[in-house]
Each structure stands twice: as structure tokens, then as C-alpha cells.
């Protein structure tokens, strides 16, 4: 064997043997902060590369002199290897405890960011971590919004289910105790409790067709539409309610305009808007109805007379449960047998129905009034 070849070996089997004993180390450390690990990572090579060397040099018989200043110089060379690893490991250790405090604080309000990071891997989790945390504080004001929204419905559809039975409970009161005799008068008592019980039914209709909209489980018949095709039809349902107000609706649409959608759901929502409009706008005022193209959408929009919303409750409209000061009494006429938009949640099935079929609707407020905004994907 050339004299290569045995110093190789003999290198290779001191280095090894050295090498060797990081793997107990790294057991022992395991739990143990990050530092020491990196302190074991660094000092174990340059271990290993003073041993080969110094082993080395001793089997080759070198002087006592000799081997003395190889071994001096090993040993400092180690020293500085191993104290230059440790420091230059330094922003690694702190980057994970940066790291370690944003996870903690992640959706929190003293969130600290993880901020810049000395290698790839960590960058990436960091940013995965600024991310996180961003869709979680969405998700938490998401939540906290819907609570809100639940809370005020509640109180809401709690006073205006009381109303319609509070008038049922008084007529058929009245009717049971005698005081009513004439004919007409009874008539008139048995359409007004016939009136409340269509309200209480429109209510829980409306709150099953919200439960739908939210649980996922809305299912849609799709079909080619003609958007003039709803209009008219829309009109014409909210023709009796329109009468009795005084207001007048006009339409104004493209024949040419189609959409792939549900013609029941469509026609609702249309209805809700304009008798959302009927309802605001002041007698003899007028109510129009548009529906064209822009670009490859539908768009239908529902103009009223209301003299407008404020602004602060612009954000708000379309949320369940949301009215504004103006509508929180149940109404749309004393007709029994008009459509109602009713316990702030007309707009919220509206919304639903619209983003069902891929749209969106919108609501700006314009001279006089405020414009309802419907886009949808063209056919």
C-alpha cells in the first residue's frame, strides 16, 4: 500500500471515529434549545478535522518538535472554526425565536411580524406565517361580523314576529269574546288576521331561504333567460304594491340580453329590490328598472327615490339582519296579498341569490335616490 493510500486511511478512520461520537451528542440534545444543537453541528466537524489531522500526524513519526506545532495549530485552528460556526449561527437561532413569537401571536392584535430571515426555508415560513396570520385575523372579523349580524336579527325578527301575532291574538280575542257582531266588521277582522298570518309566513319563508343561502345547500335550476323576460315579470309582481303607494314603476330593458340562470331565484331577487325600492320611495315618486350589457355581464340595475342612504350603512346593506333606522318597522302597505321585503334580511337573499349565479350587486347613492346595481355573466 503507498504511503498515500495510509494516510488517507488513517485520516479517514480518525475523523470518522470522531464524527461518530455527534450522534449520541445530537440524541442528548434533543429538547434542548436551538442554540446548543448548532453549537454541537459546528463543533463536531472541526472535532473531526483536528483529530484526522492530529492523528495523522502522529502515526507518521513526525518529530517531537513537529508534531508539537501541528498539534498547536490544530488546536487553535479549532477554536476559531468552532467560536466562528457558533457566531455565525447566530441569526439563524434568533430568526427561529422571532419565528416562535409570531406563531404565538398568531390572529392577535401584538402579532409581531417575522420580518427578515437569513435563509430560504425560514423566509418561506415566515411568510407563510404573515399570511396565516392576515387570513386569520379575516376570518376572526369575519366571525365576529356574522355574530353581530345574528344578534341584531334576532332582536329584530323577534319584534316584528311579535307584531303580525300580537294583531292575530287581538281580532281573534275580539271575535271569540262577541265584540263584534256586524258582518262587515267581522269580515274586515278575518282579512286583517289573514294578513298577519301571510306576514308570519313570508317571515319564515324568507328565514328558511337565508338558512339555504348560508348552509350551501341552495341548489339552482339553470336555464338561458331573457332579462327583459324577468323585468316585466318583476314588474308586474309588485304592480298591486306599486298602485296603493302611488308610485310608478317603469322598465327599461335589452331584449337582446341573456343570462344562464335560475328564473325562479332571479325573478325573487328582482322583486326584492324593486319592492325595497317601493317601499323607501315617497307617493307618486317613480321607480325605475334597466337591464343591459357591459362588456360580457348582464347588468340590471333598480333606481328609487328614496333620497338616499347614509353612508355608514352603504358597507352594511346586504349584511342578514342589517336595517337601517328608516326601515325597522315592518310594512310595504296594507294590501294582504302585496310582497314584502321584511326583517332586514330582503337585501341579504338578494346578495345570496346574486353571488349564487356568480355575480355581484352593488348599491351607490345617486340624486334623489340610491341605485341598486345587479352583474351577472352573460349567456
Wanted: with cysteine.
Amino acid at each position: 500500500m503507498s504511503a498515500e493510500l495510509q494516510v488517507a486511511g488513517i485520516a479517514l478512520a480518525c475523523s470518522a471515529a470522531a464524527a461518530l461520537t455527534g450522534v449520541p451528542l445530537l440524541r442528548l440534545l434533543r429538547g434542548r434549545p436551538l442554540w446548543a444543537t448548532t453549537a454541537a453541528l459546528s463543533v463536531v466537524p472541526v472535532v473531526a478535522v483536528a483529530v484526522g489531522v492530529a492523528g495523522t500526524a502522529r502515526a507518521m513519526f513526525l518529530s517531537d518538535h513537529d508534531l508539537q506545532v501541528v498539534l498547536i495549530v490544530v488546536a487553535v485552528s479549532a477554536v476559531v472554526a468552532t467560536a466562528a460556526a457558533v457566531w455565525l449561527g447566530r441569526p439563524v437561532v434568533a430568526a427561529t425565536g422571532t419565528l416562535t413569537r409570531a406563531a404565538a401571536t398568531l390572529g392577535e392584535l401584538e402579532y409581531h411580524d417575522a420580518g427578515r430571515v437569513p435563509t430560504a426555508e425560514l423566509a418561506a415560513l415566515a411568510r407563510t406565517l404573515d399570511a396565516t396570520h392576515v387570513r386569520l385575523v379575516a376570518a376572526r372579523d369575519r366571525e365576529r361580523a356574522l355574530e353581530a349580524s345574528r344578534r341584531e336579527l334576532v332582536a329584530w325578527i323577534s319584534h316584528d314576529l311579535r307584531t303580525p301575532l300580537a294583531g292575530i291574538r287581538a281580532t281573534a280575542e275580539a271575535l271569540q269574546d262577541g265584540l263584534v257582531t256586524d258582518a262587515e266588521t267581522t269580515a274586515r277582522y278575518h282579512r286583517l288576521m289573514l294578513a298577519d298570518a301571510e306576514r308570519l309566513t313570508g317571515m319564515v319563508d324568507d328565514l328558511f331561504e337565508l338558512a339555504r343561502l348560508q348552509a350551501g345547500a341552495f341548489q339552482l335550476t339553470l336555464e338561458k333567460v331573457c332579462l327583459a323576460d324577468v323585468v316585466s315579470d318583476a314588474i308586474a309582481a309588485t304592480d298591486p304594491m306599486a298602485r296603493a303607494r302611488g308610485v310608478t314603476v317603469t322598465g327599461s330593458a335589452d331584449h337582446a340580453v341573456y343570462v344562464d340562470a335560475d328564473v325562479t331565484e332571479v325573478g325573487r331577487m328582482l322583486t326584492n329590490l324593486l319592492v325595497n325600492a317601493i317601499r323607501h320611495t315617497p307617493d307618486d315618486g317613480t321607480v325605475e328598472v334597466t337591464a343591459g350589457a357591459d362588456a360580457d355581464r348582464a347588468v340590471l340595475a333598480v333606481a328609487d327615490r328614496c333620497g338616499g342612504i347614509p353612508a355608514a350603512d352603504l358597507p352594511r346593506l346586504f349584511d342578514f339582519g342589517f336595517r337601517g333606522e328608516t326601515a325597522r318597522t315592518p310594512g310595504g302597505g296594507d294590501h294582504p296579498h302585496q310582497p314584502r321585503v321584511r326583517s332586514g334580511i330582503g337585501l341579504a337573499i338578494v346578495r345570496g341569490i346574486v353571488e349564487a349565479h356568480g355575480g355581484d350587486v352593488t348599491v351607490h347613492n345617486r340624486q334623489g335616490g340610491c341605485s341598486f346595481v345587479v352583474a351577472l355573466p352573460a349567456a
